[in-house]
Protein backbone atom coordinates (compact mmCIF):
# COMPACT_ATOMS: atom_id res chain seq x y z
CA UNK A 1 0.00 0.00 0.00
CA UNK A 2 1.17 3.44 -0.82
CA UNK A 3 0.92 6.55 1.43
CA UNK A 4 -1.79 7.67 -0.10
CA UNK A 5 -3.97 4.81 0.20
CA UNK A 6 -3.52 5.28 3.85
CA UNK A 7 -4.24 8.54 3.81
CA UNK A 8 -7.51 7.90 1.84
CA UNK A 9 -8.27 5.46 4.50
CA UNK A 10 -7.76 7.67 7.20
CA UNK A 11 -9.64 10.50 5.45
CA UNK A 12 -12.58 8.33 5.07
CA UNK A 13 -13.09 7.72 8.39
CA UNK A 14 -12.55 11.37 9.48
CA UNK A 15 -14.95 12.48 7.33
CA UNK A 16 -17.47 9.96 8.58
CA UNK A 17 -16.66 11.03 11.73
CA UNK A 18 -17.88 14.61 11.08
CA UNK A 19 -20.91 13.90 9.33
CA UNK A 20 -22.02 11.55 11.62
CA UNK A 21 -23.18 13.60 14.27
CA UNK A 22 -24.49 16.35 11.85
CA UNK A 23 -26.79 14.60 9.67
CA UNK A 24 -28.21 12.51 13.03
CA UNK A 25 -29.26 15.48 14.39
CA UNK A 26 -31.18 16.62 11.28
CA UNK A 27 -32.93 13.33 11.26
CA UNK A 28 -33.59 13.38 15.07
CA UNK A 29 -35.32 16.96 14.60
CA UNK A 30 -37.44 15.02 11.15
CA UNK A 31 -38.47 12.42 13.20
CA UNK A 32 -39.62 14.20 16.76
CA UNK A 33 -41.36 16.76 14.91
CA UNK A 34 -39.53 19.87 15.14
CA UNK A 35 -38.57 22.53 12.92
CA UNK A 36 -35.68 21.72 10.36
CA UNK A 37 -34.15 23.08 7.21
CA UNK A 38 -36.46 20.52 4.77
CA UNK A 39 -39.44 21.57 5.59
CA UNK A 40 -40.62 24.99 4.59
CA UNK A 41 -39.71 23.14 1.35
CA UNK A 42 -41.29 19.95 0.77
CA UNK A 43 -43.98 20.43 3.77
CA UNK A 44 -46.26 21.21 0.99
CA UNK A 45 -45.65 17.71 -0.48
CA UNK A 46 -46.16 15.70 2.74
CA UNK A 47 -49.50 17.18 3.62
CA UNK A 48 -50.35 16.75 0.48
CA UNK A 49 -49.05 12.88 0.25
CA UNK A 50 -51.74 12.08 2.95
CA UNK A 51 -54.15 13.51 2.02
CA UNK A 52 -53.85 11.51 -0.95
CA UNK A 53 -53.55 8.22 0.52
CA UNK A 54 -56.10 9.27 2.59
CA UNK A 55 -54.17 8.81 6.20
CA UNK A 56 -53.78 11.04 9.44
CA UNK A 57 -50.22 11.18 10.13
CA UNK A 58 -50.95 11.78 14.08
CA UNK A 59 -52.94 8.39 14.17
CA UNK A 60 -50.38 6.06 15.45
CA UNK A 61 -51.09 2.22 15.96
CA UNK A 62 -49.85 -1.03 17.52
CA UNK A 63 -47.00 -3.42 15.89
CA UNK A 64 -49.33 -5.44 13.96
CA UNK A 65 -51.25 -2.75 12.64
CA UNK A 66 -47.92 -1.03 11.87
CA UNK A 67 -46.57 -4.46 10.65
CA UNK A 68 -49.80 -4.69 8.13
CA UNK A 69 -49.55 -1.35 6.27
CA UNK A 70 -45.40 -2.04 5.85
CA UNK A 71 -45.99 -5.06 4.45
CA UNK A 72 -49.22 -4.04 2.81
CA UNK A 73 -47.17 -1.05 1.16
CA UNK A 74 -44.49 -3.56 -0.09
CA UNK A 75 -46.60 -6.10 -1.30
CA UNK A 76 -48.25 -3.33 -3.96
CA UNK A 77 -44.79 -2.16 -5.14
CA UNK A 78 -43.83 -5.63 -5.67
CA UNK A 79 -47.04 -6.44 -7.64
CA UNK A 80 -46.60 -3.00 -9.91
CA UNK A 81 -42.56 -3.72 -10.68
CA UNK A 82 -43.53 -7.15 -11.83
CA UNK A 83 -46.25 -5.82 -14.22
CA UNK A 84 -44.17 -2.90 -15.83
CA UNK A 85 -41.31 -5.43 -16.61
CA UNK A 86 -43.88 -7.96 -18.57
CA UNK A 87 -45.23 -5.30 -20.12
CA UNK A 88 -41.96 -3.08 -21.09
CA UNK A 89 -42.18 -3.04 -24.61
CA UNK A 90 -45.58 -1.05 -24.60
CA UNK A 91 -44.45 0.98 -22.14
CA UNK A 92 -42.71 4.54 -22.97
CA UNK A 93 -39.18 5.68 -22.60
CA UNK A 94 -37.57 2.42 -24.15
CA UNK A 95 -35.39 3.97 -26.86
CA UNK A 96 -33.65 0.54 -27.69
CA UNK A 97 -36.90 -1.40 -28.07
CA UNK A 98 -36.00 -3.80 -25.32
CA UNK A 99 -38.27 -6.74 -24.92
CA UNK A 100 -40.31 -7.61 -22.42
CA UNK A 101 -38.30 -9.79 -19.36
CA UNK A 102 -39.32 -12.94 -18.56
CA UNK A 103 -41.88 -14.00 -16.07
CA UNK A 104 -39.16 -15.29 -13.20
CA UNK A 105 -36.89 -12.58 -13.97
CA UNK A 106 -39.27 -10.50 -13.26
CA UNK A 107 -40.13 -12.05 -10.32
CA UNK A 108 -36.87 -12.19 -8.96
CA UNK A 109 -35.73 -8.40 -9.67
CA UNK A 110 -39.45 -7.28 -8.34
CA UNK A 111 -38.87 -8.99 -4.53
CA UNK A 112 -34.85 -7.87 -5.09
CA UNK A 113 -35.94 -4.21 -5.19
CA UNK A 114 -38.78 -4.19 -2.62
CA UNK A 115 -36.74 -5.91 -0.64
CA UNK A 116 -33.57 -3.19 -0.96
CA UNK A 117 -31.31 -6.20 -1.68
CA UNK A 118 -31.09 -5.15 -5.54
CA UNK A 119 -30.07 -8.67 -6.90
CA UNK A 120 -29.39 -8.49 -10.31
CA UNK A 121 -29.44 -11.47 -12.53
CA UNK A 122 -29.34 -9.68 -15.79
CA UNK A 123 -27.57 -6.74 -17.24
CA UNK A 124 -29.22 -3.51 -16.95
CA UNK A 125 -28.30 -1.66 -20.25
CA UNK A 126 -29.97 -4.59 -22.20
CA UNK A 127 -32.87 -5.60 -19.96
CA UNK A 128 -34.55 -2.58 -18.45
CA UNK A 129 -35.53 0.19 -20.44
CA UNK A 130 -35.53 3.89 -19.05
CA UNK A 131 -39.21 4.06 -17.79
CA UNK A 132 -38.52 0.34 -15.64
CA UNK A 133 -35.41 1.92 -14.53
CA UNK A 134 -36.84 4.83 -13.23
CA UNK A 135 -40.15 4.07 -12.41
CA UNK A 136 -39.79 0.89 -10.96
CA UNK A 137 -36.24 0.46 -9.85
CA UNK A 138 -35.62 4.23 -8.60
CA UNK A 139 -38.73 4.43 -6.97
CA UNK A 140 -38.21 1.23 -4.92
CA UNK A 141 -34.83 2.38 -3.82
CA UNK A 142 -36.20 5.21 -2.18
CA UNK A 143 -39.37 3.41 -0.33
CA UNK A 144 -37.09 0.61 0.37
CA UNK A 145 -34.88 2.15 2.39
CA UNK A 146 -37.73 4.42 3.85
CA UNK A 147 -38.98 1.22 5.23
CA UNK A 148 -35.92 0.00 6.83
CA UNK A 149 -35.92 3.91 8.34
CA UNK A 150 -39.46 3.10 9.53
CA UNK A 151 -38.63 -0.05 11.13
CA UNK A 152 -35.65 1.35 13.43
CA UNK A 153 -37.93 4.48 14.44
CA UNK A 154 -40.80 1.97 15.45
CA UNK A 155 -37.96 0.29 17.38
CA UNK A 156 -37.02 3.26 18.80
CA UNK A 157 -40.57 4.55 20.08
CA UNK A 158 -40.78 1.37 21.52
CA UNK A 159 -37.60 1.42 23.62
CA UNK A 160 -38.28 5.16 24.80
CA UNK A 161 -42.36 4.73 25.67
CA UNK A 162 -43.74 3.46 28.62
CA UNK A 163 -47.10 1.62 29.47
CA UNK A 164 -48.78 1.97 25.44
CA UNK A 165 -48.93 -0.17 22.82
CA UNK A 166 -48.46 2.63 20.31
CA UNK A 167 -45.18 2.49 17.82
CA UNK A 168 -46.01 5.36 15.71
CA UNK A 169 -47.56 5.56 12.15
CA UNK A 170 -45.92 3.51 9.22
CA UNK A 171 -47.05 6.16 6.66
CA UNK A 172 -46.09 9.50 8.45
CA UNK A 173 -42.55 7.32 8.96
CA UNK A 174 -42.16 6.41 5.03
CA UNK A 175 -42.87 9.95 4.25
CA UNK A 176 -40.81 11.95 6.05
CA UNK A 177 -37.88 9.42 5.48
CA UNK A 178 -38.67 9.40 2.02
CA UNK A 179 -39.19 13.60 1.68
CA UNK A 180 -36.75 14.83 4.26
CA UNK A 181 -33.61 12.46 4.30
CA UNK A 182 -33.58 10.51 1.20
CA UNK A 183 -34.53 12.78 -1.24
CA UNK A 184 -32.72 15.79 -0.56
CA UNK A 185 -29.39 14.14 -0.08
CA UNK A 186 -30.46 12.17 -3.57
CA UNK A 187 -30.69 15.46 -5.55
CA UNK A 188 -27.73 17.14 -4.40
CA UNK A 189 -25.58 13.91 -5.25
CA UNK A 190 -26.88 13.55 -8.44
CA UNK A 191 -25.91 16.67 -9.09
CA UNK A 192 -22.53 16.12 -7.99
CA UNK A 193 -22.10 12.78 -9.97
CA UNK A 194 -23.55 14.33 -13.25
CA UNK A 195 -20.86 17.02 -12.66
CA UNK A 196 -18.05 14.16 -12.18
CA UNK A 197 -19.28 12.65 -15.60
CA UNK A 198 -22.04 10.00 -14.81
CA UNK A 199 -24.70 10.28 -17.53
CA UNK A 200 -28.15 11.52 -17.61
CA UNK A 201 -30.28 11.53 -20.42
CA UNK A 202 -32.73 10.20 -22.16
CA UNK A 203 -30.59 9.97 -25.99
CA UNK A 204 -30.73 6.77 -27.56
CA UNK A 205 -28.02 4.26 -27.29
CA UNK A 206 -25.46 6.20 -29.25
CA UNK A 207 -23.23 4.01 -31.82
CA UNK A 208 -19.73 4.80 -32.47
CA UNK A 209 -16.73 3.25 -34.00
CA UNK A 210 -13.34 1.92 -31.89
CA UNK A 211 -10.23 2.66 -32.57
CA UNK A 212 -9.97 -0.58 -33.93
CA UNK A 213 -12.48 -0.05 -36.30
CA UNK A 214 -15.46 -1.94 -34.77
CA UNK A 215 -18.76 -0.62 -34.20
CA UNK A 216 -19.81 -0.40 -30.92
CA UNK A 217 -23.14 0.67 -28.96
CA UNK A 218 -22.75 2.90 -25.75
CA UNK A 219 -25.54 2.82 -23.96
CA UNK A 220 -26.80 6.32 -22.36
CA UNK A 221 -29.74 6.45 -19.93
CA UNK A 222 -30.63 8.40 -16.59
CA UNK A 223 -28.16 6.91 -14.46
CA UNK A 224 -26.63 9.70 -12.39
CA UNK A 225 -30.39 9.97 -10.43
CA UNK A 226 -30.54 6.49 -9.85
CA UNK A 227 -26.88 6.22 -8.72
CA UNK A 228 -27.65 9.12 -5.83
CA UNK A 229 -29.98 6.78 -4.32
CA UNK A 230 -28.59 3.71 -5.45
CA UNK A 231 -25.76 4.33 -2.81
CA UNK A 232 -27.30 7.05 -0.56
CA UNK A 233 -30.46 3.69 0.18
CA UNK A 234 -27.93 1.30 0.67
CA UNK A 235 -29.42 -0.06 -2.61
CA UNK A 236 -26.29 -1.03 -4.89
CA UNK A 237 -28.66 -1.70 -8.00
CA UNK A 238 -26.42 -0.84 -10.93
CA UNK A 239 -27.95 0.93 -13.98
CA UNK A 240 -25.04 -0.70 -15.97
CA UNK A 241 -24.50 -4.17 -15.41
CA UNK A 242 -20.41 -3.46 -14.40
CA UNK A 243 -22.32 -1.57 -11.88
CA UNK A 244 -19.85 1.02 -9.85
CA UNK A 245 -17.03 -0.59 -12.13
CA UNK A 246 -18.64 1.39 -15.43
CA UNK A 247 -17.06 4.90 -16.28
CA UNK A 248 -20.65 5.53 -17.34
CA UNK A 249 -21.64 5.20 -12.77
CA UNK A 250 -18.12 6.05 -11.53
CA UNK A 251 -16.20 8.14 -13.36
CA UNK A 252 -13.59 9.37 -11.37
CA UNK A 253 -11.50 9.02 -8.36
CA UNK A 254 -13.21 11.47 -6.61
CA UNK A 255 -17.04 10.06 -7.59
CA UNK A 256 -15.43 6.54 -5.84
CA UNK A 257 -14.35 8.51 -3.00
CA UNK A 258 -17.94 9.94 -2.77
CA UNK A 259 -20.28 6.87 -3.56
CA UNK A 260 -18.40 5.26 -0.56
CA UNK A 261 -18.59 7.64 1.73
CA UNK A 262 -22.68 7.77 0.61
CA UNK A 263 -22.86 4.36 1.50
CA UNK A 264 -22.35 4.63 5.07
CA UNK A 265 -23.23 8.06 5.56
CA UNK A 266 -27.23 7.39 6.36
CA UNK A 267 -26.73 3.93 8.80
CA UNK A 268 -23.42 6.08 10.78
CA UNK A 269 -25.89 8.91 11.45
CA UNK A 270 -28.36 6.40 11.89
CA UNK A 271 -26.41 5.43 15.05
CA UNK A 272 -26.29 9.18 16.69
CA UNK A 273 -29.86 9.32 15.98
CA UNK A 274 -30.68 6.85 17.58
CA UNK A 275 -28.68 7.57 20.85
CA UNK A 276 -30.47 10.81 20.91
CA UNK A 277 -34.16 9.57 20.47
CA UNK A 278 -33.57 6.95 23.18
CA UNK A 279 -31.51 9.36 25.54
CA UNK A 280 -28.30 8.01 25.36
CA UNK A 281 -26.00 9.70 23.31
CA UNK A 282 -23.21 7.82 24.73
CA UNK A 283 -25.01 4.38 23.82
CA UNK A 284 -25.19 5.77 19.74
CA UNK A 285 -21.76 6.14 19.94
CA UNK A 286 -20.73 2.45 21.64
CA UNK A 287 -22.92 1.50 18.36
CA UNK A 288 -21.12 3.60 16.19
CA UNK A 289 -17.76 2.23 17.57
CA UNK A 290 -18.63 -0.92 17.42
CA UNK A 291 -19.81 -0.98 13.66
CA UNK A 292 -16.47 0.95 13.01
CA UNK A 293 -14.36 -1.43 14.98
CA UNK A 294 -15.69 -4.82 13.24
CA UNK A 295 -15.26 -2.44 9.24
CA UNK A 296 -11.84 -1.81 10.04
CA UNK A 297 -10.92 -5.57 11.53
CA UNK A 298 -12.38 -6.71 8.21
CA UNK A 299 -11.09 -4.13 6.17
CA UNK A 300 -7.29 -4.71 7.62
CA UNK A 301 -8.05 -8.86 6.69
CA UNK A 302 -8.95 -7.98 3.25
CA UNK A 303 -6.36 -5.66 2.91
CA UNK A 304 -3.23 -7.92 4.33
CA UNK A 305 -4.70 -10.58 2.12
CA UNK A 306 -4.81 -8.66 -1.03
CA UNK A 307 -1.49 -7.31 -0.80
CA UNK A 308 0.15 -10.74 0.47
CA UNK A 309 2.14 -12.92 -1.73
CA UNK A 310 0.16 -15.34 -3.90
CA UNK A 311 1.91 -18.16 -5.62
CA UNK A 312 -0.82 -18.96 -8.34
CA UNK A 313 0.05 -15.58 -9.38
CA UNK A 314 3.90 -15.31 -8.94
CA UNK A 315 3.90 -13.35 -5.75
CA UNK A 316 3.14 -10.54 -7.31
CA UNK A 317 -0.63 -8.06 -5.90
CA UNK A 318 -3.65 -9.44 -6.94
CA UNK A 319 -4.80 -6.85 -10.03
CA UNK A 320 -7.18 -9.36 -11.44
CA UNK A 321 -11.11 -8.37 -11.35
CA UNK A 322 -9.71 -5.13 -10.27
CA UNK A 323 -10.66 -1.98 -11.16
CA UNK A 324 -7.38 -0.29 -12.68
CA UNK A 325 -8.35 3.52 -12.33
CA UNK A 326 -8.37 3.04 -8.31
CA UNK A 327 -6.31 0.14 -7.99
CA UNK A 328 -6.21 -2.41 -5.19
CA UNK A 329 -6.68 -0.19 -1.89
CA UNK A 330 -9.63 1.43 -3.31
CA UNK A 331 -11.25 -2.05 -4.99
CA UNK A 332 -10.19 -3.49 -1.34
CA UNK A 333 -12.04 -0.35 0.53
CA UNK A 334 -15.15 -0.64 -1.73
CA UNK A 335 -15.62 -4.33 -1.45
CA UNK A 336 -15.43 -4.28 2.29
CA UNK A 337 -17.98 -0.97 2.80
CA UNK A 338 -20.53 -2.29 0.37
CA UNK A 339 -20.83 -6.04 2.04
CA UNK A 340 -21.14 -4.15 5.30
CA UNK A 341 -23.62 -1.90 4.40
CA UNK A 342 -26.26 -4.50 2.29
CA UNK A 343 -25.02 -2.18 -0.44
CA UNK A 344 -23.91 -4.51 -3.02
CA UNK A 345 -22.54 -2.05 -5.24
CA UNK A 346 -19.12 -3.19 -7.01
CA UNK A 347 -16.47 -1.44 -8.67
CA UNK A 348 -14.85 -4.42 -8.92
CA UNK A 349 -15.46 -8.16 -9.24
CA UNK A 350 -15.26 -9.73 -5.92
CA UNK A 351 -15.27 -13.02 -7.93
CA UNK A 352 -11.75 -12.14 -8.45
CA UNK A 353 -10.75 -11.36 -4.93
CA UNK A 354 -8.49 -13.22 -2.89
CA UNK A 355 -10.14 -16.31 -0.76
CA UNK A 356 -9.78 -14.58 2.55
CA UNK A 357 -10.69 -11.18 1.41
CA UNK A 358 -13.52 -12.84 -0.29
CA UNK A 359 -14.42 -14.68 2.95
CA UNK A 360 -14.18 -11.04 4.49
CA UNK A 361 -16.94 -10.27 2.24
CA UNK A 362 -19.29 -12.82 2.72
CA UNK A 363 -18.93 -12.58 6.59
CA UNK A 364 -19.78 -9.21 6.59
CA UNK A 365 -23.23 -10.34 5.20
CA UNK A 366 -23.43 -13.37 7.18
CA UNK A 367 -23.08 -11.81 10.91
CA UNK A 368 -26.50 -10.10 9.56
CA UNK A 369 -25.52 -6.79 7.51
CA UNK A 370 -25.09 -5.36 10.86
CA UNK A 371 -21.47 -3.41 10.61
CA UNK A 372 -23.42 0.06 9.79
CA UNK A 373 -25.86 -2.37 7.33
CA UNK A 374 -28.52 -1.18 5.18
CA UNK A 375 -30.49 1.98 6.07
CA UNK A 376 -32.11 1.68 8.81
CA UNK A 377 -32.18 -2.55 8.19
CA UNK A 378 -28.29 -2.44 9.82
CA UNK A 379 -29.13 -0.72 13.13
CA UNK A 380 -32.24 -2.62 13.98
CA UNK A 381 -30.37 -5.68 13.14
CA UNK A 382 -27.38 -4.47 15.93
CA UNK A 383 -30.57 -4.32 18.55
CA UNK A 384 -31.39 -7.67 18.14
CA UNK A 385 -27.62 -8.69 18.77
CA UNK A 386 -28.31 -5.94 21.76
CA UNK A 387 -30.84 -7.89 23.42
CA UNK A 388 -28.95 -10.88 23.02
CA UNK A 389 -25.98 -9.26 24.93
CA UNK A 390 -27.81 -7.92 27.63
CA UNK A 391 -29.42 -11.47 27.94
CA UNK A 392 -25.98 -13.32 27.76
CA UNK A 393 -25.00 -10.52 30.49
CA UNK A 394 -27.60 -10.98 33.21
CA UNK A 395 -27.10 -14.47 33.03
CA UNK A 396 -23.60 -13.63 34.16
CA UNK A 397 -24.45 -11.89 36.83
CA UNK A 398 -27.63 -13.32 38.03
CA UNK A 399 -29.97 -10.42 37.21
CA UNK A 400 -32.90 -9.74 35.38
CA UNK A 401 -30.86 -8.36 32.07
CA UNK A 402 -32.25 -4.76 31.03
CA UNK A 403 -31.95 -3.15 28.14
CA UNK A 404 -32.20 1.54 28.08
CA UNK A 405 -34.57 0.89 31.58
CA UNK A 406 -37.02 -1.80 29.89
CA UNK A 407 -36.45 -5.84 31.31
CA UNK A 408 -35.87 -8.35 28.75
CA UNK A 409 -38.24 -10.94 28.65
CA UNK A 410 -38.44 -14.67 27.33
CA UNK A 411 -40.78 -12.56 24.14
CA UNK A 412 -37.75 -10.31 23.34
CA UNK A 413 -35.07 -12.83 23.29
CA UNK A 414 -37.03 -15.84 21.51
CA UNK A 415 -37.98 -12.94 18.72
CA UNK A 416 -34.38 -11.75 18.68
CA UNK A 417 -33.19 -15.70 18.34
CA UNK A 418 -35.98 -15.80 15.54
CA UNK A 419 -35.02 -12.93 13.99
CA UNK A 420 -31.22 -14.30 14.20
CA UNK A 421 -31.76 -17.78 12.72
CA UNK A 422 -34.09 -16.68 9.65
CA UNK A 423 -31.26 -15.35 7.34
CA UNK A 424 -28.59 -18.51 8.86
CA UNK A 425 -31.66 -20.91 8.03
CA UNK A 426 -32.07 -19.56 4.76
CA UNK A 427 -28.69 -19.23 3.77
CA UNK A 428 -27.39 -22.93 4.85
CA UNK A 429 -30.30 -24.63 3.64
CA UNK A 430 -30.65 -23.61 0.44
CA UNK A 431 -26.63 -23.26 -0.21
CA UNK A 432 -27.03 -26.79 0.70
CA UNK A 433 -29.91 -27.61 -1.87
CA UNK A 434 -27.57 -25.91 -4.85
CA UNK A 435 -24.32 -27.78 -3.95
CA UNK A 436 -26.11 -30.78 -4.50
CA UNK A 437 -28.95 -30.66 -7.33
CA UNK A 438 -27.70 -30.53 -10.89
CA UNK A 439 -30.18 -27.00 -11.10
CA UNK A 440 -27.57 -25.28 -8.87
CA UNK A 441 -24.93 -27.08 -10.20
CA UNK A 442 -24.90 -26.14 -13.68
CA UNK A 443 -24.10 -22.64 -13.26
CA UNK A 444 -21.21 -22.38 -12.12
CA UNK A 445 -18.19 -21.21 -13.38
CA UNK A 446 -15.46 -22.91 -11.30
CA UNK A 447 -15.23 -25.97 -9.53
CA UNK A 448 -13.77 -27.23 -6.18
CA UNK A 449 -14.24 -24.94 -3.11
CA UNK A 450 -14.12 -21.84 -5.08
CA UNK A 451 -17.72 -23.34 -6.98
CA UNK A 452 -19.02 -23.69 -3.85
CA UNK A 453 -18.21 -20.26 -2.46
CA UNK A 454 -19.95 -19.11 -4.80
CA UNK A 455 -23.14 -20.43 -4.70
CA UNK A 456 -22.59 -19.69 -0.60
CA UNK A 457 -21.74 -15.92 -1.64
CA UNK A 458 -25.28 -15.64 -3.79
CA UNK A 459 -27.23 -16.90 -0.92
CA UNK A 460 -25.72 -14.97 1.39
CA UNK A 461 -25.93 -11.60 -0.21
CA UNK A 462 -29.65 -12.58 -1.18
CA UNK A 463 -30.37 -13.74 2.85
CA UNK A 464 -28.63 -10.29 4.06
CA UNK A 465 -29.98 -8.20 1.36
CA UNK A 466 -27.14 -7.29 -0.07
CA UNK A 467 -27.30 -8.11 -3.64
CA UNK A 468 -23.21 -8.27 -4.48
CA UNK A 469 -22.12 -11.86 -6.26
CA UNK A 470 -19.21 -13.17 -6.98
CA UNK A 471 -19.99 -12.96 -10.77
CA UNK A 472 -19.10 -16.42 -11.99
CA UNK A 473 -22.52 -18.13 -11.33
CA UNK A 474 -24.79 -17.97 -13.59
CA UNK A 475 -28.15 -16.95 -11.17
CA UNK A 476 -30.54 -15.51 -14.59
CA UNK A 477 -31.99 -18.97 -14.45
CA UNK A 478 -35.50 -20.60 -13.15
CA UNK A 479 -33.66 -22.47 -10.16
CA UNK A 480 -31.76 -19.55 -9.35
CA UNK A 481 -34.73 -16.77 -9.79
CA UNK A 482 -36.95 -18.22 -7.29
CA UNK A 483 -34.84 -19.69 -4.59
CA UNK A 484 -32.85 -16.60 -4.34
CA UNK A 485 -36.19 -14.57 -4.31
CA UNK A 486 -37.53 -16.55 -1.81
CA UNK A 487 -34.61 -16.31 0.21
CA UNK A 488 -34.38 -12.41 -0.29
CA UNK A 489 -38.06 -12.22 1.59
CA UNK A 490 -36.93 -14.31 4.41
CA UNK A 491 -34.19 -12.26 4.83
CA UNK A 492 -36.07 -9.26 4.56
CA UNK A 493 -39.51 -10.11 6.42
CA UNK A 494 -38.05 -12.69 8.58
CA UNK A 495 -35.89 -10.13 9.97
CA UNK A 496 -38.42 -6.75 10.18
CA UNK A 497 -41.56 -8.93 11.86
CA UNK A 498 -39.48 -10.15 14.80
CA UNK A 499 -38.43 -7.00 15.27
CA UNK A 500 -40.83 -4.85 15.53
CA UNK A 501 -42.77 -7.62 17.53
CA UNK A 502 -39.86 -6.48 20.31
CA UNK A 503 -40.79 -2.87 19.59
CA UNK A 504 -44.52 -3.65 20.65
CA UNK A 505 -43.77 -5.50 23.34
CA UNK A 506 -41.05 -3.29 24.75
CA UNK A 507 -43.35 -0.12 24.34
CA UNK A 508 -46.07 -1.76 26.70
CA UNK A 509 -43.15 -1.89 29.21
CA UNK A 510 -42.67 0.48 32.25
CA UNK A 511 -38.95 2.32 32.45
CA UNK A 512 -37.06 1.19 35.48
CA UNK A 513 -35.02 3.49 36.89
CA UNK A 514 -30.73 2.69 36.84
CA UNK A 515 -29.14 1.48 40.09
CA UNK A 516 -25.92 -0.13 41.04
CA UNK A 517 -26.94 -3.27 39.11
CA UNK A 518 -27.56 -1.71 36.12
CA UNK A 519 -25.71 -3.12 33.34
CA UNK A 520 -24.36 0.00 31.55
CA UNK A 521 -24.55 -0.58 27.57
CA UNK A 522 -22.15 2.52 26.76
CA UNK A 523 -18.86 1.57 27.82
CA UNK A 524 -16.24 -0.29 26.64
CA UNK A 525 -16.97 -3.28 28.48
CA UNK A 526 -20.27 -2.92 26.54
CA UNK A 527 -18.79 -2.69 23.00
CA UNK A 528 -16.30 -5.61 23.87
CA UNK A 529 -19.17 -8.19 24.70
CA UNK A 530 -21.26 -6.87 21.75
CA UNK A 531 -18.18 -7.63 19.71
CA UNK A 532 -18.50 -11.01 21.06
CA UNK A 533 -21.82 -12.50 20.54
CA UNK A 534 -21.73 -10.88 17.19
CA UNK A 535 -18.55 -12.98 16.09
CA UNK A 536 -19.59 -16.11 18.35
CA UNK A 537 -23.73 -16.15 17.83
CA UNK A 538 -23.21 -14.50 14.31
CA UNK A 539 -20.26 -16.17 13.18
CA UNK A 540 -19.73 -19.54 14.86
CA UNK A 541 -23.30 -20.35 12.90
CA UNK A 542 -21.23 -20.17 9.34
CA UNK A 543 -17.54 -21.96 10.06
CA UNK A 544 -18.36 -25.18 8.94
CA UNK A 545 -19.48 -23.53 5.24
CA UNK A 546 -16.83 -21.27 5.18
CA UNK A 547 -14.36 -23.99 5.80
CA UNK A 548 -15.35 -25.74 3.09
CA UNK A 549 -15.18 -22.89 0.59
CA UNK A 550 -12.67 -20.23 1.15
CA UNK A 551 -10.64 -21.34 3.94
CA UNK A 552 -10.06 -24.67 1.59
CA UNK A 553 -9.21 -22.97 -1.13
CA UNK A 554 -6.76 -20.40 0.92
CA UNK A 555 -4.87 -23.23 1.57
CA UNK A 556 -4.84 -24.81 -1.60
CA UNK A 557 -3.90 -21.41 -3.11
CA UNK A 558 -1.10 -21.77 -0.88
CA UNK A 559 0.31 -24.89 -2.47
CA UNK A 560 -0.21 -23.56 -6.13
CA UNK A 561 -4.06 -24.73 -7.05
CA UNK A 562 -6.61 -22.49 -8.24
CA UNK A 563 -9.83 -23.15 -9.50
Known amino acids: MTPQDFIQIILYIAILLGLTPILGTYMDKVFTGKQHVMRPVFGWLERLTYRFVGVDPLEETNWKSYTFSLLMFNFIGFVFVFLIQRFQTYLPLNPANLPNVSWHSALNTSISFVTNTNWQGYAGETTMSYFIQMIGLTVQNFVSAATGIAVILAVIRGISRKSTDKIGNFWTDLTRSTLYVLLPLSILFAIVLAGQGVVQNFKSYETVQTLQGVRQVIPMGPAASQIAIKQLGTNGGGFFNANSAHPFENPTPFSNFLQMLAIFLIPASLTYMYGKMVGSARHGWAIFSTMLILFLAGLSISLYAEYSANPVFGHLPLMEGKETRFGIANSVLFSTITTDASCGAVNAMHDSLSPLSGMVAIINMMLGEIIFGGVGAGLY ?151 GVVLIVGGLTYFPALSLGPVAEHLLMNSGISF
Not at 428 to 449: E, I, Q, R
Request: aromatic share 12%; no cysteine; proline share 3%.
Open 381 to 531: GMVVFIILTVFIAGLMVGRTPEYLGKKIGAFEVQMAIIANLATSFAILVFTAWASVSSYGLVSLNNAGPHGFSEILYAYTSAAGNNGSAFAGLNANTLFYNLTLGFVMLIGRFGVIIPVLAIAGSMAGKNITPVSSGTFRTDNWLFIGLLI
